[in-house]
């Protein structure tokens, strides 16, 4: 199966090519010109996209020495993410494999996260827990084979990637403010500053609560010292990340011993930081589970892991017509 991805769910344009479950390529194009604005603007977003996906598939294309001629099936992110960008990567993914008269697959990005575990070892068994971190998604996730998982938890209102992004943006940080926030935090003392963790039943998350009493508690340290932002910076950030961190494994912690499990992974954007993939191995060790993590480079968007995802798919023979269209809120 020599196989091309596409990936354009939000802000960047990626390609790859894999071949009989072996990643050859992986090209990523990150648009740098949200970068002014403070966060991705959709329709920015999707211009860009039309800009750099032919540009980037024929990088992808000549890295693994494949011409379009060999592929035999073309793999895309069909949802969740911004409509205009998922629109490009799909509108492209069905005309070329329609020229060249193959199958078509669609992809969900946040399963192509959890999968993206399978490109290189170590690689979990089946079943096993995904805790999905990003600026859209926070997930706890049964993965009970490739083809198939079920969401157990997941944030109520706001996800966590966001709860970092809202905090950098208050203090004053350029977009993207999360590695920021964490190359930060690696200087301060994380239980300088307390902030609630607030309670919710089962297995889901709330960010909204926290976001909202950082903004109550820099207004009023600001407001009797200016310089406070500027002088706790580090301590700030350090603090944050440590409570938001402590919020997401409070829960992947019951979600292991409610499902009686010893298998545990992070995927997405927030699973770069070194603050989560630190905390996390510490409990691993402690609760004798099988921690995986990935690398940093499958950690966000990326086609390698829409590849690996489309493997699968492949292999059993799941394609999808010419009839697809984009869902931008699609459920795993």
């Known amino acids: 199966m ?58 992808a294309l000549h890295k693994a020495n494949i011409s379009k001629n060999q592929l035999n099936a073309i793999a895309f992110t069909r949802g969740p993410g911004l409509l205009g960008a998922l629109l490009v990567g799909t509108s492209f993914a069905k005309s070329l494999a329609l020229s060249l008269n193959i199958p078509l697959i669609e992809v969900n990005h946040m399963q192509a996260h959890v999968l993206a575990h399978f490109i290189e ?25 490739a083809l198939e998982m079920e969401i157990i938890g997941e944030t109520l209102d706001d996800a966590v990637g966001e709860a970092f ?12 403010g999360g590695p920021l926030i964490d190359k930060l935090a690696k200087e301060g003392n994380p239980l300088k500053f307390a902030f609630p963790m607030g309670e919710i039943q089962g297995l ?17 340290e600001t407001k009797n010292n200016p310089n406070f932002i500027e ?18 494994l409070k829960k992947a912690k ?24 630190n905390r996390l191995q510490e409990m691993g060790s402690k609760e004798d ?13 990326n086609a390698g892991m829409i590849a690996m995802a489309g493997h699968f798919k492949g292999l059993a023979k799941e394609y999808c017509g010419q009839d697809v269209s984009p869902m931008p809120r699609m459920e795993i």
């Not at 939000?10 to 090519?17: F, G, K, L, M, P």
């Not at 979600?255 to 930081?273: D, F, T, Y």
């Not at 589970?289 to 690398?295: E, M």
Request: charged share 20%; with cysteine.
């Open 204 to 220: 889901n998350y709330s960010f909204s609560g926290i976001k909202t009493s950082i903004l109550y508690f820099l207004q009023r």
């Open 165 to 176: 992004d809202k905090t950098a943006k208050l203090i004053g940080l350029p977009y993207p």
């Open 289 to 301: 589970w099988d921690v995986f993590i990935p690398a940093f480079s499958y950690c966000t968007d």
């Open 2 to 59: 020599i196989l091309l991805a596409i990936e354009s769910s939000c802000d960047e344009t990626s390609a790859a090519v894999m071949v009989n479950g072996e990643l050859m390529s992986n090209v990523i194009s990150t648009q740098l010109i949200h970068t002014q604005w403070g966060g991705v603007v959709p329709e920015l977003a999707s211009r860009e996209h039309q800009k750099a996906i032919i540009p980037v598939v024929e990088e």
């Open 121 to 145: 070892e170590p690689k979990p068994k089946f079943p096993f827990i995904c805790l999905t971190v990003s600026g859209g998604h926070t997930q706890l996730v049964w993965v009970k084979s």
């Open 231 to 248: 002088e706790n910076k580090a301590d700030i950030c350090a603090s944050v990340q440590h409570t938001l961190i402590e919020i997401l």
């Open 254 to 277: 019951r979600a292991m011993r409610e499902m009686n499990c010893k298998q545990i992974a992070i995927a997405g954007g927030v699973s770069a930081n070194s603050g989560l993939r």
